[in-house]
């Protein structure tokens, strides 16, 4: 009963250098999220996926970049890493009806020096 | 656009005390759902409650209760005789039911609680 899981845990990254963050869910969740947490301001959605294909932006694209080539993968690049994506990163996902919670996974603390 | 105002930054309380956590929201849809997430210093985010926009009543469970009130746009959280367990940062969210708002929460910025004993 894994939800979802993402990988890795912690990372450090240098400025300009690039990465992706893993997130898996086996719940056969069409919907599927990518959001950062930054101190004292709550979630911003970064980009959302409605099924394998289909992928649109959220609030704070800029920077990042996802592909959504199955149901269960969801993962999000990092280009060019700046110190302004120093953040914790939440994946999630849902059975896509709006009156599901999420389920989260247990976050990517990253951070750019 | 949709909105959530958690205007509590910081609660601090002494064990056994009540809190109530604040929660604001804005929305133009019409049907739309509101949550409460736990967060603690692990960092893992914990569902705790959801309700719809069609449904007013109250809820407890434990020491939790929810208040749910449309015409003040609020959806209040209270700990009754709070624990230190309950150290956590709480965030309000809201997902409405329009081709915008669909499936995406909308975050509030959380409020820390800390409970001492």
């Known amino acids: 009963n894994a939800g979802v899981t993402q990988t890795p845990k912690f990372r450090i990254l240098k400025i300009g250098q690039s990465m992706t963050l893993q997130c898996t869910q086996d719940?056969?969740?069409?919907?599927m999220y990518w959001y950062r947490q930054d101190p004292g301001m709550g979630l911003k959605l970064i980009y959302y996926?409605?099924?394998?294909?289909?992928?649109d932006k959220g609030e704070v694209p800029n920077g990042y970049n996802v592909s959504r080539s199955t149901t269960e993968d969801f993962p999000l690049r990092l280009e060019l890493a700046a110190p302004s994506q120093t953040s914790v990163y939440f994946c999630?996902?849902?059975?896509?009806?709006?009156?599901?919670?999420?389920?989260f996974g247990s976050g990517t603390r990253l951070t750019v020096v | 656009a949709q909105k959530v105002t958690q205007a509590q930054t910081e609660i601090s309380v002494v064990e056994k005390e009540d809190v109530t956590l604040d929660c604001v929201y804005e929305?133009?849809?019409?049907?739309?759902?509101l949550f409460w997430y736990k967060q603690p210093p692990s960092g893992e985010l914990v569902f705790l409650i959801r309700?719809?926009?069609?449904?007013?009543q109250n809820e407890i469970s434990g020491r939790y209760s929810w208040n749910f009130q449309k015409s003040t746009s609020s959806f209040n959280f209270t700990i009754t005789a709070s624990q230190v367990v309950d150290s956590a940062v709480y965030f309000c969210?809201?997902?409405?039911?329009?081709?915008?708002?669909?499936?995406?929460?909308?975050f509030g910025a959380g409020t820390q609680v800390v409970v001492t004993p």
């Open positions: 999630a996902s849902s059975s896509g009806t709006a009156n599901y919670g999420y389920t």
């Open positions: 719940m056969n969740h069409n919907y």
């Open positions: 996926s409605v099924g394998a294909g289909i992928t």
């Open positions: 929305t133009r849809d019409t049907t739309y759902y």
């Open positions: 309700r719809n926009s069609f449904d007013e």
């Open positions: 969210a809201l997902s409405g039911s329009s081709a915008d708002s669909w499936g995406k929460f909308q």
